[in-house]
């Protein structure tokens, strides 16, 4: 068994460093959608949801770094163009939205395909014996599991 600089089986690591591409790839859409979002909010809920989108953006841009980061510490080159992104993500261009209720369930949507995503690296990392990969889908799940039941709940009302 071929083993990278961190002690990984080197095949594992490369099926991770690929599977942590695409939810980069997720992460960047999400985050260009809500920014876009943040930027054109109208409405009764304008106050809150201009600034729940920007804390929304602004964790998403700290995980940007982290995946990156993370592919990077595997011994990978994480995907840096837009190009990729929109090949290989799920999570697709949201333009002109600016109605509060649809741009949260939008949101949530782009939650949904990270969360189904972080839970296919969390169980690969697992197989690979990957614990600094597995803690971060680890804490990522835990969070985004959280927003959805919030934003589930903010639009109840």
Not at 62 to 80: F, M, N, Q, S, Y
Not at 98 to 104: F, I, R
Not at 137 to 151: H, P
Request: glycine share 6%; proline share 1%.
């Amino acid at each position: 068994m071929k083993t990278n600089r961190i002690g990984l089986d080197a095949a594992k690591a490369k099926v991770l460093g690929d599977k942590l591409n695409k939810l980069l790839s997720n992460l960047q859409l999400l985050y260009i959608n809500t920014r876009g979002f943040h930027w054109n909010i109208k409405g009764d809920n304008f106050f809150e949801l201009h600034l729940k989108f920007e804390e929304v953006y602004t964790d998403l841009q700290l995980k940007i770094d982290e995946v990156a980061e993370r592919i990077l510490t595997l011994g990978h080159v994480p995907d840096h163009s837009y190009t990729a992104y929109l090949k290989n993500a799920r999570i697709e261009e949201v333009k002109n939205l600016s109605n509060g209720k649809e741009a949260l369930k939008s949101v949530m949507d782009g939650l949904g395909i990270l969360i189904e995503l972080e839970r296919e690296i969390l169980q690969l990392s697992a197989e690979a014996n990957d614990e600094g990969t597995n803690a971060l889908m680890s804490d990522y799940i835990r969070q985004q599991e959280k927003l959805v039941w919030m934003y589930c709940s903010y639009l109840s009302k």
